[in-house]
């Protein structure tokens, strides 16, 4: 009788922990919500997540939300995230103060939040993952002044207001400008597009009309304005090498637009961003256990430390496309 319960126990014992690994082998489950989903940009995130190691092993599970381009509507994601037992959320954030609610819902859910790509005013994250968006403005933005010679009349092709895009861009397109000194540079219109290279077009056309030989610079917020900005200049019959452009993101059209010389473009890098945050929350779910697996951390070892996975910010670095680096760039989103 003993001897049958010591085998009763030692099954039950084996079960338990066989239960439990299987427990500890079980997906972590990722929430991803995107601003939106219409942008080159974005999706070139999306494709990040789903190429990331853990994902395509099966450590990781995503699910991707479209926050159609509403800050409430990402609010309303997250609870549907948490409601659904996500064990971590990623979240990229269309406004710089109302998607704070993500992180405060998170928080008291115990579910760890990674802020990718754009910023939001709070420091009770998990971590966020992003690049310095006021250098980026201030990268473009020098950009077009450099060919400008710091003298003429220029218009800011703005994004979404409230976001923290706008906010910190602008921030680098104002410094830069300043830099040219008092009344070098005269900022003849500043209004948002959205992101949007078909809302920039009919916005572009507009001030060429009202400004007719007077534009000598076009600073866009991202690329995809900036592509809008050519097709207006091309549209009304004008010369696009008679006008310094430049753009953010790295968009493919923007680097054939590199090599054709009619614009710059910095790129932020949505790959590193993505996979970046991924890394973040696998280690915030899974512990010490749990060690990096993209390979970005070995692309920027020089400037971008993984530190254990314990930093609060993982700040990715800018690149200037160029015709010496565009179809490298290219030939990587292959």
Not at 70 to 85: F, G, L, S, Y
Request: overall charge negative; glycine content about 8%.
């Amino acid at each position: 009788m003993k001897k049958m319960t010591k085998i009763a126990t030692l099954t039950t014992a084996l079960l338990m922990s066989n239960m439990a690994l299987a427990a500890k082998e079980e997906p972590v489950k990722i929430a991803i919500l995107m601003y939106g989903m219409k942008a080159e940009f974005v999706q070139l995130m999306e494709k990040a997540a789903k190429e990331h190691p853990a994902v395509k092993d099966g450590e990781a599970i995503i699910t991707v939300y479209d926050g159609r381009y509403d800050p409430m509507v990402q609010n309303n994601q997250a609870e549907t995230a948490i409601q659904t037992k996500t064990d971590a959320i990623i979240i990229n954030p269309m406004d710089y103060e109302a998607n704070i609610d993500v992180v405060t819902m998170a928080n008291e859910a115990k579910i760890p939040v990674i802020v990718t790509n754009a910023r939001l005013n709070t420091d009770k994250m998990t971590a966020e993952v992003v690049s310095d968006d006021v250098l980026g403005g201030y990268m473009e933005a020098k950009a077009v002044l450099e060919k400008m010679n710091c003298e003429g009349n220029v218009v800011i092709i703005e994004g979404p207001k409230g976001g923290s895009g706008e906010i910190q861009r602008g921030e680098g397109n104002d410094k830069a400008i300043a830099e040219c000194g008092p009344g070098k540079i005269k900022v003849l219109e500043r209004k948002t597009a959205n992101w949007s290279r078909a809302e920039a077009m009919p916005l572009m056309e507009n001030w060429l009309q009202k400004h007719r030989g007077k534009i000598n610079g076009v600073i866009a917020q991202n690329d995809e304005m900036a592509l809008g900005a050519i097709e207006a200049i091309k549209g009304a019959g004008l010369e696009v090498n008679s006008f310094a452009i430049a753009g953010v993101d790295g968009v493919s059209d923007a680097i054939f637009a590199v090599q054709d010389g009619e614009m710059v473009s910095i790129l932020q890098d949505a790959n590193a961003q993505m996979q970046g945050s991924i890394d973040i929350a696998m280690k915030s779910v899974k512990g010490d256990s749990y060690q990096p697996k993209s390979a970005i951390w070995k692309q920027y070892a020089d400037q971008l430390q993984w530190n254990d996975g314990k930093d609060q910010r993982y700040q990715i670095p800018w690149t200037v496309v160029t015709k010496e680096n565009a179809q490298q760039l290219l030939d990587a989103r292959k």
